[in-house]
């Protein structure tokens, strides 16, 4: 039975890991056995995020919001320029990252590391970077609202995929076009460079990981 399970599966990849805390501290080891298949989709996921490190926007270091404040004339955000042309080639090689349903994206490659690594510590540590992938890393620290909307929150950024940039919904253009209205042009920017940079750093650090097990790596 045993030969015939390995006929069937290929020869399994053990892989140790150490799990730390936010401290650094180690707080245990976790194993896990990969298919060939899994080490292939881990290769994929790697090379397509060789694709954004590679991109001009990454490059010359990728802009995030800078600053924040509250004056007699509103609210403002500021971040790096960037021009449009960085803007759509970042966005081109995230797309395979970043859409759901590609075999590559984030949530498939985070979901099959849980599934081979059965740990509470280590998806707890994985959920964290899910946080940041999903709101950005601004959403750990504080919220602000402006009518009816989060800031700091995904629905941003998916309406404006969904309505100007990877799909034309026409209800989220126009949704879009409200909120930037409120918001301001230069306030828009800098939120959406902001969102797209806590995909880059959560994409990255699963990106550690999937090395990790690839390099059959003992430290995560």
């Known amino acids: ?6 006929r069937t599966l290929g020869v399994m990849k053990t892989v140790h890991l150490t799990v730390r805390n936010e401290e650094g501290k180690e707080v245990g080891r976790i194993e896990g056995a990969f298919a060939d298949s899994d080490l292939a989709t881990l290769r994929g996921f790697l090379a397509l ?17 800078s600053g924040l404040r509250f004056d007699e004339d509103g609210f403002h955000l500021t ?18 990252l970043i859409l759901d349903d590609e075999k590559h994206s984030y949530g498939r490659i985070s979901g099959l590391l849980k599934r081979v690594f059965r740990d509470e510590q280590f998806k707890k540590h994985l959920r964290g970077f899910q946080r940041i992938y999903d709101h950005g890393e601004m959403s750990l620290y504080m919220q602000v609202t402006i009518g ?24 989220k253009a126009e949704a879009w076009e409200k909120f930037e209205q409120s918001l301001s042009t230069e306030n828009a920017r800098a939120l959406l460079i902001a969102q797209l940079q806590g995909k880059v750093k959560a994409l990255f650090h699963l990106a550690y990981l999937a090395q990790l097990v690839l390099n059959k790596g003992n430290d995560a």
């Open 148 to 171: 009816d909307s989060k800031l700091f929150d995904k629905s941003v950024l998916h309406t404006w995929l969904n309505g100007k940039q990877y799909h034309t919904d026409t209800e």
């Open 79 to 96: 971040a790096k320029p960037y021009s449009n042309a960085e803007l759509h080639e970042l966005l081109h090689v995230l797309r395979p």
């Open 1 to 6: 039975m045993a030969r015939r399970l390995t």
């Open 49 to 65: 995020v060789g694709r954004v490190n590679d991109s001009s926007l990454l490059a010359r270091g990728m802009p995030g919001m």
